[in-house]
Antibody
């Protein structure tokens, strides 16, 4: 069965960096694009970005472009989200999700999320 | 790019139908047939209910249906059941390789 497991969240001071991971299993990881979506506490969903199946392209939301970087290691079935220069407004649950047909916005499997709290 | 506009809340009694709207512009909802709908129960990850405006993934009850007219997409839940109570989010491709979500609608089953 398809599984996505995020890790790497925690409490971090403003201005610092963090790398989130999403380990995939149960499907041919190298064949699928992967997304990151975040959700601030009590708020709605916000698309963060996508990386193509082969890592050749990444696209980001305007709000994070230049600070966030998505990468992947297909040999480890893992996608990463590098988050730099963290701000209080980056506090959120970060989900990874499998793409089912870019650019349809169809995310067919989601992880359970990893919580990032930006606080001094 | 602002979020798509959804009503903050909707409600209906068991067995009734309810429709949730998602309003954008001709640059997003109206410009592409790439609207999806997600259901999210408290403390859980979202689950896709509708994609590409009208398509329903396998395993999603046919009580859930999607449509679009102009710049507004809609999700209709027929034969409301208690387990349908959740937050619902629409999303749309907005061009320039980006996707946006709506602000979310809390559906209450009375």
């Amino acid at each position: 069965q398809v599984q996505l497991v995020e890790s790497g969240g925690g409490v971090v001071q403003p201005g610092r960096s963090l790398r989130l991971s999403c380990a995939a299993s149960g499907f041919t990881f190298r064949s699928y694009g992967m997304h990151w979506v975040r959700q601030a506490p009590g708020k709605g969903l916000e698309w963060v970005g996508v990386i193509w199946y082969d890592g050749s392209n990444q696209h980001y939301a305007e709000s994070v472009e230049g600070r966030f970087t998505i990468s992947r290691d297909n040999s480890k079935n893992t996608v990463y989200l590098q988050v730099n220069s963290l701000r209080a407004e980056d506090t959120a649950m970060y989900y990874c999700a499998r793409d089912r047909g870019w650019p349809s916005g169809h995310f067919d499997y989601w992880g359970q999320g990893t919580l990032v709290t930006v606080s001094s | 790019q602002s979020a798509l506009t959804q009503p903050p809340s909707a409600s209906g009694s068991p067995g009734q139908s309810v429709t949730i709207s998602c309003t954008g512009t001709s640059s997003d909802v109206g410009g592409y047939n790439y609207v999806s709908w997600y259901q999210q129960h408290p403390g859980k990850a979202p689950k896709v209910m509708i994609y590409e405006v009208t398509k329903r993934p396998s395993g999603v009850p046919d009580r859930f249906s999607g449509s679009k007219s102009g710049n507004t997409a809609s999700l209709t839940v027929s034969g409301l059941q208690a387990e349908d109570e959740a937050d619902y989010y629409c999303s749309s491709y907005v061009g320039n390789n980006r996707i946006i979500f709506g602000g979310g609608t809390k559906l209450t089953v009375l």
